[in-house]
């Protein structure tokens, strides 16, 4: 039974930072594609960040240079470091588990980025 559990949300300033973190369970995690996803109120769900078993890495352009996906397979974990938040960051951030196989999502932590 795969499981993602995120952790690291929260409220923050603009121009400040978090790092989100999502801890898998069950094994093979070094073979998946893993990712973050978020859900602005009204918005459809977008893609942020991917990164694959080799360690390539995607973003979408509206975090290209602010934020870092990692990984660590020794802990099972997924990781998105954000900096430079701005108010409209401000969503739901889900990790995924992708490719190979069905998608996993994980339950969401609040972000939210306001003075």
């Known amino acids: 039974q795969v499981q993602l559990v995120e952790s690291g949300g929260g409220l923050v300033q603009p121009g400040g930072s978090l790092r989100l973190s999502c801890v898998r369970s069950?094994?093979?995690?070094?073979?998946?594609?893993m990712g973050w996803y978020r859900q602005a109120p009204g918005n459809q769900r977008e893609l942020v960040a991917t990164?694959?078993?080799?360690?390539?890495?995607d973003y979408a352009d509206s975090v290209k240079g602010r934020f870092t996906i990692s990984r660590d397979n020794a802990r099972n974990t997924v990781y998105l470091q954000m900096n430079s938040l701005k108010p409209e960051d401000t969503a739901v951030y889900y990790c995924?588990?992708?490719?190979?196989?069905?998608?996993?999502w994980g339950q969401g932590t609040q972000v939210t980025v306001s003075s």
């Open positions: 995924t588990q992708g490719a190979p196989g069905p998608h996993y």
């Open positions: 069950g094994g093979f995690f070094r073979i998946y594609t």
């Open positions: 990164i694959t078993s080799g360690g390539s890495t």
